[in-house]
């Protein structure tokens, strides 16, 4: 039976839309933030904050929020290593906070939850405007959750020895 003009168009289309998946997750986004700065979203893995093509904060940024002069997010830290015979990005068991002053380009890294809130207090940011996903941090780690796995760990990295 045939389905005339329309059935082979139809199965054009749906040759089309894994090209058009493919092109969608290999292009980043790009939020700008204010002098210079920009917040690029890549894979999953590789959030992070440049400016002027120099990496400021990440990768990786889970959430970030622009508050006045001021950037503020979370992030889990990664260090490159090779794992066989290729280099990976792994992400260390580390809670990341960090502060980026926009208008200096200063920033302020912390690993502990009461340091970060202290210097969000003691830069006049408050609390109640603060509406960061803190549980994105746990999700990397956590089996059941959608994130785990997107990320190459040291035990990922073991596994790759005898590859």
Known sequence: MSHGAWGTLTNKFIYLIPLFALLYLAHDTIWEIGYGYEVKLGRYDDWKIERHGEVIVGPTIHDYQKIGDFVIGIHTPVHDKICGKFPYAIAEKKKGYFVLQIDTGKVLEFYDP??????????????????????LLDDVWDPNSVHYGNFFTEDFCESQKDA
Request: aromatic share 10%.
């Open 114 to 135: 009461t340091e970060f809130s202290t210097k969000l207090s003691e830069l006049n940011i408050q609390q109640s405007k603060v509406d960061l996903h803190y549980g």
